[in-house]
């Protein structure tokens, strides 16, 4: 949840391109009655007199999509970014034209490095603007195109010049891109793949200092920690996180991404108090900003408290409500985890047949985005709930399904070979395969010895090394 990228500023080269603040709140404005179909039509239109070029349309657009971002509205960024990746292609055709023109006219060689400087400054311009649709797609559950994009984004950045002046903006934008990279392969539920890209993100954060980028990768590793249900880290990560953007002062938007996060981790373990009271106060940020993405997520996790709390009538009319925010958001993940929400409670309301129409309707969600965890989650609360109604045809149905779901995707532990998930564990990880053990298993192979182990990963046969929960927490505090 929240805005990643709109921090990022592209440097150009025509430094006059900058929107203005007044100029600012005329786009907020725009933007906030112009109609989705031709948002991006009504905007160049207003400011067609000062943005006349495409450098400074790309930079209008950029600026909307900020603005976009810090509202939930990914549906009309995929559009903005769109075009921002046709006015980069408008200035490389015509950049390409004129250099031609230029080197048979003077035919020196001095004109090159000028050439390449202009070159970088475009490839970082629509680097950026892949990004953009790779995180926009990722909240609106496109993962593929998430990954297809965050890919494009990161072959843009493959070729700038390595003595190029604004390295540090192309450094931060292939952390970021990567960073994407991951997160779509967490929505497909690619978790080995995921935490491989987000290890990268913390050691490139390390590396140049980027102290945003190892914000939101912490948070991201939160998020696959809570999926397997490694308790220890999902905790760890989101309070790191919260403390490093307290400490740089972060704008309230990542902060309440951070507060968040923390609030489904505090949920997890049963301290449901504390996510309330986190809760609350990122709903009303959220409000105050007209997120309706955040609110949607708060207003999920109040549902999810009153449910564990056991006060299902409270827990009903939230869900529905968040329902019709993820809605609006077009966010389906969110959906899925409203019908899976909204199904446990009618279940505990022992609404068994309003149950299963909710677990139904979450199941064909969670096919259709392709998240095969939240599959494998549904088949799973399927089985016992057909059980528990004596639908024994069904309840065999859900639980080969769960197991062959489980299987293909290999989330078991390379020792003991139980699945990671069902229970509260704590998880290393073998390098450099990444396969995954539970720490206790690995304890009782070793002896209680740690770190390198002198022999094979039990799944691949790779020589391992491993990372200790608390070694791999370092490297985030670093």
Same mark, same amino acid.
């Given at each position: 949840?929240?805005?990643?990228?709109?921090?990022?500023?592209?440097?150009?080269?025509?430094?006059?391109?900058?929107?203005?603040?007044?100029?600012?709140?005329?786009? $907020?404005?725009?933007?906030?009655?112009?109609?989705?179909?031709?948002?991006?039509?009504?905007?160049?239109?207003?400011?067609?007199?000062?943005?006349?070029?495409?450098?400074?349309?790309?930079?209008?657009?950029?600026?909307?999509?900020?603005?976009?971002?810090?509202?939930?509205?990914?549906?009309?960024?995929?559009?903005?970014?769109? +075009?921002?990746?046709?006015?980069?292609?408008?200035?490389?055709?015509?950049?390409?034209?004129?250099?031609?023109?230029?080197?048979?006219?003077?035919?020196?060689?001095?004109?090159?490095?000028?050439?390449?400087?202009?070159?970088?400054?475009?490839?970082?311009?629509?680097?950026?603007?892949?990004?953009?649709?790779?995180?926009?797609?990722?909240?609106?559950?496109?993962? +593929?195109?998430?990954?297809?994009?965050?890919?494009?984004?990161?072959?843009?950045?493959?070729?700038?010049?390595?003595?190029?002046?604004?390295?540090?903006?192309?450094?931060?934008?292939?952390?970021?891109?990567?960073?994407?990279?991951?997160?779509?392969?967490?929505?497909?539920?690619?978790?080995?793949?995921?935490?491989?890209?987000?290890?990268?993100?913390?050691?490139?954060?390390?590396?140049?200092?980027?102290?945003?980028? $190892?914000?939101?990768?912490?948070?991201?590793?939160?998020?696959?920690?809570?999926?397997?249900?490694?308790?220890?880290?999902?905790?760890?990560?989101?309070? +790191?996180?919260?403390?490093?953007?307290?400490?740089?002062?972060?704008?309230?938007?990542?902060?309440?991404?951070?507060?968040?996060?923390?609030?489904?981790?505090?949920?997890?373990?049963?301290?449901?108090?504390?996510?309330?009271?986190?809760?609350?106060?990122?709903?009303?940020?959220?409000?105050?900003?007209?997120?309706?993405?955040?609110?949607?997520?708060?207003?999920?996790?109040?549902?999810?408290?009153?449910?564990?709390?056991?006060?299902?009538?409270?827990?009903?009319?939230?869900?529905?409500?968040?329902?019709?925010?993820?809605?609006?958001?077009?966010?389906?993940?969110?959906?899925?985890?409203?019908?899976?929400?909204?199904?446990?409670?009618?279940?505990?309301?022992?609404?068994?047949?309003?149950?299963?129409? #909710?677990?139904?309707?979450?199941?064909?969600?969670?096919?259709?985005?392709?998240?095969?965890?939240?599959?494998?989650?549904?088949?799973?609360?399927?089985?016992?709930?057909?059980?528990?109604?004596?639908?024994?045809?069904?309840?065999?149905?859900?639980?080969?399904?769960?197991?062959?779901?489980?299987?293909?995707?290999?989330?078991?532990?390379?020792?003991?070979? #139980?699945?990671?998930?069902?229970?509260?564990?704590?998880?290393?990880?073998?390098?450099?395969?990444?396969?995954?053990?539970?720490?206790?298993?690995?304890?009782?192979?070793?002896?209680?010895?740690?770190?390198?182990?002198?022999?094979?990963?039990?799944?691949?046969?790779?020589?391992?090394?491993?990372?200790?929960?608390?070694?791999?927490?370092?490297?985030?505090?670093?």
């Amino acid at each position: 949840m929240g805005s990643y990228v709109s921090h990022l500023r592209v440097k150009l080269s025509e430094e006059n391109h900058k929107v203005s603040s007044y100029d600012k709140s005329k786009l $907020q404005r725009l933007l906030l009655n112009s109609d989705k179909s031709t948002a991006v039509d009504d905007c160049l239109k207003l400011f067609a007199r000062k943005c006349s070029t495409s450098h400074a349309q790309w930079r209008l657009l950029d600026e909307a999509v900020t603005i976009l971002e810090e509202r939930g509205k990914y549906r009309l960024i995929i559009a903005f970014a769109a +075009k921002q990746i046709e006015l980069c292609n408008e200035i490389m055709s015509h950049k390409h034209k004129h250099h031609h023109r230029s080197d048979r006219k003077h035919n020196k060689h001095h004109h090159h490095n000028h050439h390449h400087d202009a070159d970088d400054d475009t490839k970082r311009m629509m680097a950026k603007s892949f990004l953009s649709l790779s995180q926009a797609n990722y909240n609106v559950s496109q993962y +593929k195109k998430c990954i297809y994009y965050a890919e494009k984004s990161l072959s843009c950045l493959r070729d700038c010049s390595p003595n190029d002046e604004n390295k540090d903006i192309s450094e931060s934008l292939i952390g970021f891109s990567t960073l994407w990279r991951g997160k779509g392969s967490l929505g497909m539920s690619e978790f080995r793949d995921a935490l491989l890209h987000f290890e990268q993100c913390l050691s490139s954060s390390t590396r140049n200092g980027d102290w945003l980028l $190892q914000v939101m990768t912490s948070l991201s590793l939160a998020e696959l920690y809570l999926h397997l249900r490694d308790h220890e880290k999902a905790l760890f990560f989101p309070l +790191k996180a919260l403390e490093i953007a307290n400490e740089k002062l972060a704008d309230t938007h990542v902060l309440t991404t951070c507060q968040l996060c923390l609030a489904e981790a505090y949920r997890k373990v049963g301290k449901n108090a504390e996510a309330m009271m986190i809760c609350e106060g990122s709903m009303q940020v959220a409000i105050d900003s007209s997120d309706r993405r955040v609110q949607a997520y708060a207003m999920l996790c109040f549902a999810d408290i009153h449910r564990m709390n056991r006060e299902h009538p409270r827990a009903i009319p939230r869900y529905d409500l968040a329902g019709s925010l993820m809605i609006e958001c077009d966010d389906r993940y969110g959906q899925v985890l409203v019908h899976v929400g909204r199904a446990k409670t009618l279940a505990k309301m022992k609404s068994y047949d309003e149950a299963l129409q #909710q677990f139904a309707c979450g199941l064909e969600l969670a096919l259709l985005i392709e998240n095969k965890w939240m599959c494998v989650r549904v088949y799973g609360e399927l089985a016992v709930l057909h059980q528990r109604l004596s639908n024994i045809d069904q309840a065999k149905a859900a639980t080969l399904r769960y197991h062959q779901m489980l299987d293909d995707l290999g989330i078991f532990c390379a020792i003991c070979r #139980q699945p990671f998930g069902e229970t509260s564990a704590q998880i290393e990880t073998i390098m450099p395969c990444s396969h995954f053990v539970h720490f206790k298993c690995l304890s009782e192979q070793r002896g209680g010895r740690s770190g390198h182990s002198g022999g094979s990963c039990q799944i691949c046969t790779t020589p391992t090394l491993t990372i200790s929960p608390r070694q791999h927490s370092s490297i985030a505090n670093s």
